[in-house]
């Protein structure tokens, strides 16, 4: 198996984000193999694109004797492993698609000890707690992710093998791992994890399979209220308003432990105003629709810069509704890597929680508008439909900050402060901005639905 070989199987892989342009794998290095059979080892890529610049993925390998036509789509390459001459020539796949590759991951972490660590060569299993691993289970590889690549054993635990790889803990790892030992409900536990030096390659947690996708829970509660338009929100079956609500207790709660654990930090309003400033501008250079709101965002901006120090603490830093799962035990909220377009020691940073809030506050807007989206497919939704929107928008809002307000803010309640409002709405705008230049980048036709929420959230009150 050689360089060009990996270089090629890069190309039409999923996760890696260098797709379209030109490439080359440039150095292999192998960080473990695994006991077996079948052999299985590790190996860490460096790419290298025509500017010079590189990239580092991690590329779980299984190298069988014979051709396995079951895994077919999923072969890297043939011949003799340069990392192994000794062995010959091997057919050599993408370790996550087979269930005996995985089933060594399986059995390496299972002889980690408890609350301990193994080294296979410059790789090591790490477990936390005194959960018992199933053994005798098969592996279910998830098709759908964009960056990573995630396996199911059975119903007990999950495998996420992170692909990109950059130096320094993994925020994923380093937060699950608090959470877990703090005993925290809303997130699933962490069971172990694999290291290499400075690189975080793979985390174990437990499997939610019965869990709904909080997304998917939300659209069908908006659905269910369209399909019966002479109804409100409250008057409908599937209303998601306890929902919401339960969901931003259960937030409040993970920001209370994160606070704990990591400590809290203040800055100055006026530089996270300034941050905000920025952004601002560098869309208005591309999204002229959003020139009418400047004044508005920055007097928002301003209201925050105003506020003097604000206190900042390690948050999830990419919550959205996509990012929670509902279980028969309550709101878990899942994928603690921040925003994946950061660099990793940016989305480690403290940062304050009221971005989480405003990211989810977002997240109920667009459910809402999605739906609509759909329905103009068909035809004018006309304006009752239009109305069910913004009432189950703001009814979702106000039940989720209730829910955090009064786990979160000291002497609870809500309405919000006159400072937690500002901050909602800097956030919020914040956020809204960045929607804009995203809208009209990839998805004109939705552009409308920041831009109307900016106008909400800059007109005088």
Request: net charge negative.
């Amino acid at each position: 198996m050689s360089h060009p070989q990996m270089t090629a199987y890069l190309a039409q892989a999923r996760w890696f984000a260098g797709k379209g342009r030109d490439h080359e794998v440039t150095d292999v290095v192998r960080v473990a193999t695994l006991p077996g059979p079948p052999l299985v080892t590790i190996d860490l890529l460096t790419v290298t694109y025509p500017d010079g610049t590189t990239e580092r993925y991690q590329m779980p390998l299984v190298h069988h004797l014979e051709e396995q036509h079951r895994i077919g789509h999923a072969l890297v390459g043939t011949g003799t492993d340069p990392q192994a001459p000794e062995l010959g020539r091997r057919w050599t796949y993408d370790a996550v698609h087979d269930r005996e590759a995985m089933a060594v991951y399986l059995a390496t972490f299972c002889s980690t000890p408890a609350s301990g660590e193994q080294a296979y060569g410059g790789t090591t299993f790490h477990r936390i707690g005194e959960h018992e691993l199933a053994t005798d289970v098969h592996s279910t590889l998830f098709s759908g992710e964009q960056s990573n690549s995630s396996v199911a054993f059975g119903d007990d635990s999950l495998l996420k093998v992170f692909r990109k790889v950059t130096s320094g803990r993994n925020p994923d790892i380093e937060i699950h791992r608090v959470l877990t030992e703090a005993a925290n409900p809303n997130v699933a536990a962490l069971y172990g994890w694999v290291q290499a030096g400075e690189d975080d390659l793979a985390m174990l947690q437990q499997f939610l399979r019965t869990a709904v996708d909080g997304w998917d829970l939300a659209l069908s509660s908006v659905r269910n209220l369209f399909s019966e338009a002479d109804l409100h929100a409250e008057e409908v079956g599937g209303d998601f308003a306890g929902d919401a609500e339960r969901l931003g207790a259960a937030v409040a709660d993970v920001h209370l432990v994160l606070q704990e654990h990591f400590g809290v930090e203040t800055v100055d309003g006026s530089g996270l105003a300034d941050a905000m400033r920025v952004r601002l501008e560098a869309q208005l250079a591309g999204v002229p629709e959003l020139a009418p709101h400047a004044e508005a965002l920055r007097r928002v901006f301003a209201d925050l810069g105003d506020l003097g120090r604000q206190e900042v603490q390690r948050v999830h830093g990419d919550l959205h509704l996509g990012q929670t799962l509902r279980t028969a035990r309550g709101w878990k909220l899942v994928d603690f890597e921040g925003e994946p377009a950061k660099p990793l020691e940016e989305r480690r940073l403290p940062d304050s929680p009221w971005r989480d809030v405003a990211g989810m506050l977002r997240s109920f807007d667009y459910a809402a508008q999605s739906v609509v989206k759909d329905l103009h497919q068909l035809g004018d939704p006309g304006p009752q439909i239009v109305y069910r929107a913004q009432e189950w928008r703001q009814r979702n809002r106000e039940a989720f900050l209730h829910g955090y307000v009064e786990r979160r803010v000291a002497g609870g309640g809500t309405p919000l402060g006159e400072v937690e409002q500002a901050l909602v709405d800097a956030y919020e705008a914040d956020k809204a901005v960045y929607e804009v230049g995203y809208e009209a980048r990839n998805r004109p036709g939705w552009v409308d639905i920041p831009l109307a929420a900016i106008s909400r959230i800059g007109a005088p009150s």
